[in-house]
Each structure stands twice: as C-alpha cells, then as structure tokens.
C-alpha cells in the first residue's frame, strides 16, 4: 500500500525547536516532490514547505521562511520538517503529502504540534 | 486572509447540482496556475479530487469536474449525494514555488 506515515509532534514552549518526520512506502519516493500541509484543528489547509526529488530545491510559505527546514533522505524514504523559534500560532497538525502534477494526491495522517507556554 | 477566497457555505438537494468558486487575489503579484480541489470529511484527512485545473485522478467520480477563467476557479458537484457533504478546498501554484490553499466551502446537501 501507498503510505506515509509521520512522527515527532510534541506540546512544546513558545521559542523552542522540533523536528518532524515522515516515512515513505509504496511508491519510489526518489522520484516526487514532497510538501507539508497543516491544518489548525476545525480549521482550514495550510501549504507549509516543499522540496523537489533530489532536495535540492525548496520553497516556504512566508510565514515559516526563515523558521523552518524541509529536507528528505532519499535512501530512507523519509521527509523532514525541521521548526524552530516556534510560536503559538504554529499548533496544527501536520501532513506530509506527495505532490504529483500539483496535485497533492497521497496524505499521511498528521502529526500534531502543539505550541503553547 | 486566504489568497484564494470561497464561499463559507453552498447547499443543494440530492440529484441536483452545485457549484463552488475559488477567486484568486495576488492579480499582478502572482500567479493562479494549476487549481486543485479537495474534499475533506470531518476527521478524515483531505482526498484530491481535481488537479490542474480540470484533470481527474483515477476513481474519482466524474460527477466532479473542474473549471478555470481568468482569476477564478470552479468546482462543480453533479449529481448531488448525502456522501458529497464536506468541506471543499481549492488549491493553485501561486508562483516562485509556493502553493495558496483556499478558504474553504462547506457543503451541504
């Protein structure tokens, strides 16, 4: 089956750091760009980040640019999120999804982050 | 504020018809290419019903079908089902690798 499945949600403190992963099975994850999605709970979608198949190319949304890394481990099928100086407005929970012809076609569960003092 | 606007809410009755429009707002400061939608039921993660712009992915009902011109987007549901009952996202490549998601229509049927 087609899956990807996330991990490293957590509560932490305003300011602090977090890195989020997600593992890829099913498919040859080598070949597709891989985003991140969140989604405050009762809330709407919100494109994070992307990064292209080989890692080298990468695009943010204004609001974590500059807070925030997504790299990819090809060889261990895997995606990251890598978050710091995180803030209140950053709870949701977050997908990692696979962008094929901009459509995001495969979503993982989420995991959720939770920010808050 | 989303850069891509929907209506909160559209409704119709079962077999007819409905349709939900996503308005791009960048105008010169972006772009509105490659519209997407999605339909979401509560609790359950978001599900690809159109990609650029008007393409199906394989086992989605054609009784969904996509649209563009101009600025706007739409998504229409034909053949309306208590199943269609949702939220509904669009979603477009807003230009320099960034992607805008709408604001989202809940429907109900």
């Known amino acids: 089956d087609v899956q990807l499945v996330e991990s490293g949600g957590d509560l932490v403190q305003p300011g602090r750091s977090l890195r989020l992963a997600c593992v890829a099975s099913g498919f040859t994850f080598s070949d597709h760009w891989m985003s991140w999605v969140r989604q405050v709970p009762g809330k709407g979608l919100e494109w994070v980040a992307k990064?292209?198949?080989?890692?080298?190319?990468?695009a943010y949304v204004d609001s974590v640019r500059g807070r925030c890394t997504i790299s990819r481990n090809n060889a261990r099928n895997s995606l990251y999120l890598e978050m710091w100086n995180l803030r209140v407005e950053d709870t949701a929970l977050y997908h990692c999804?696979?962008?094929?012809?901009?459509?995001?076609?495969?979503w993982g569960q989420g995991t959720m982050v939770t920010v808050s003092s | 504020q989303s850069a891509l606007i929907q209506p909160a809410s559209v409704s119709g009755s079962p077999g007819q018809s409905i349709t939900i429009s996503c308005t791009g707002t960048r105008g010169d400061a972006g772009r509105f290419d490659f519209v997407a939608w999605y339909q979401q039921h509560p609790g359950k993660v978001p599900k690809l019903l159109i990609y650029?712009?008007?393409k199906r992915p394989s086992g989605v009902s054609n009784r969904f079908s996509g649209a563009k011109s101009g600025n706007m987007a739409f998504l229409t549901i034909s053949g309306l089902q208590a199943e269609d009952e949702a939220d509904y996202y669009c979603?477009?490549?807003?230009?320099?690798?960034?992607?805008?998601f709408g604001s989202g229509t809940r429907a109900s049927v």
């Open positions: 990064v292209n198949p080989t890692g080298g190319g990468r």
């Open positions: 979603c477009s490549d807003a230009g320099n690798g960034i992607y805008d």
């Open positions: 999804v696979r962008d094929e012809a901009h459509g995001f076609n495969i």
């Open positions: 650029e712009d008007y």
